[in-house]
């Protein structure tokens, strides 16, 4: 069977496994082929001329596009029910292109609270020296965003389920504020895959670490920006200069213009042959390879990783020695209704506990543990443990710790997909130890 007119599937567990690509044209190979390869035989001259112009898609210089990193990028997008994707270097290369790609100096963007320390930094202090201002707000209430918002708001931002604080950011309520004044939503969803479907509830943009949970081994850095195609960037032309003016990057081209005959791809185009094109934040085809392998069993993986993490946050609420314990099924109200209208089939995978003795019993607990990993890392088929506030969240004030969910006390565990009793076993040893 040709590539071209595949079937379309929408079940996750078939989508990642078919979509985007059925067997090499020319051998036969089943497996996606790792296309190391640098650029690409024009056809002819009218050839090369029409794909530099936009007239046809194709493949031109691997910076740009890719063929491995095509199918990653149409299976990402298939199961999230996207338009198209781009697959970059990194997730920190993902938040920064969806910023970029909108944004630029004057311009705004309103960011939950809850985020991971890198994004932080991110945008509280590199987009700051570009000229962005990132504006943050507690997502506890949805309105906030409203009243951040100005006419030089380019986006709300926000993660699906912020790490390491874990309340389920009210996305529709967010996107349904941004729908009325013409901003659109991007989230993070790395943290729980399949388990979370942002543009079901409105949002525009996603963002992916794919190093996380779609590769799940702990083997690729790499990130994921999809699409939706859902946001009307016509409509809102006024607010967004960088569609819908003349781009002197690339011969005048006004991207909501350009692309009308390619479908509502303007913006994650415009981020491909222009943002990638110039700051060369791309994948590698190994690395691309390497996400296909994981991609084809997160769905699989997601389940375990689910009902692991459940039955560690049960055992964890009756330890001696832990004083709270941080995971969306305890969580009650409001915070409850958010996890459970936005996550389906389980709550994630991580899980985050205080200790009564603090920094010195998280130190003594991680350095106790003997099967679980000590990893600034989230979303392997390892369990994996660290302690957020001299780690991930360090670079932050302890106001801004706060902020995000982080104290002295606090240890977050990403549960893997081992046997439940190897989890707890090396988890009840290591807490032992560290009382």
Known sequence: MSNDNLPSYTNPETVVLHSGYRSDPVTGAVAVPIYQTTSYQFNDTQHAENLFALKELGNIYTRIMNPTCDVLEKRVAAMDGGVGALALSSGQAASTFAIQNIAQAGDNVVSSTDLYGGTWNLFANTLKTAGIEVRFVDPADPEAFRRASDDKTQAYYAESLPNPKLQAFPIAEVA????????????????????????????????????????????????VLVDSGTFDWEKHQDRFPLLSEPDPSYHGAVWIEAVKPLGPIAYILKARVTLLRDLGSCMSPFNAFLFLQGLESLPLRMER???????????????????????????????????????????????????????????????????????????????????????????????????????????????????????????????????
């Open 176 to 223: 349904a504020i941004g729908e009325d004044l013409g901003i659109p939503l991007i989230v993070d969803n790395t943290a729980c895959p399949v388990i979370c479907r942002p543009f079901d509830h409105g949002a525009h943009i996603i963002v992916y670490s794919s190093t996380k949970y779609i590769g799940g081994h702990g083997t690729s850095i790499g990130g």
């Open 305 to 435: 990783h689910c009902e692991n993490a459940a039955k560690v946050a049960d055992y964890l609420t009756g330890r001696e020695g832990i004083t709270k314990v941080i995971y969306p099924s305890f969580f009650e109200g409001e915070e409850r209704r958010r996890a459970n209208t936005y996550m389906t089939g389980g709550l994630g995978a991580l899980v985050g506990f205080e200790l009564t003795g603090g920094r010195d019993a998280g130190r003594r607990f991680i350095d106790s543990l003997k099967m679980i990993y000590h990893v600034a890392n989230i979303g392997d088929a390892r369990t994996l443990a660290i302690h957020p506030a001299t780690t991930t969240h360090s670079q932050l004030s302890v106001e801004e710790q706060a902020a995000t969910g982080v104290n002295e006390n606090y240890v977050r565990l990403s549960i893997g997909i081992e046997h439940i009793d190897d989890i707890i076993a090396d988890l009840d040893q290591a807490l032992t130890a560290a009382m």
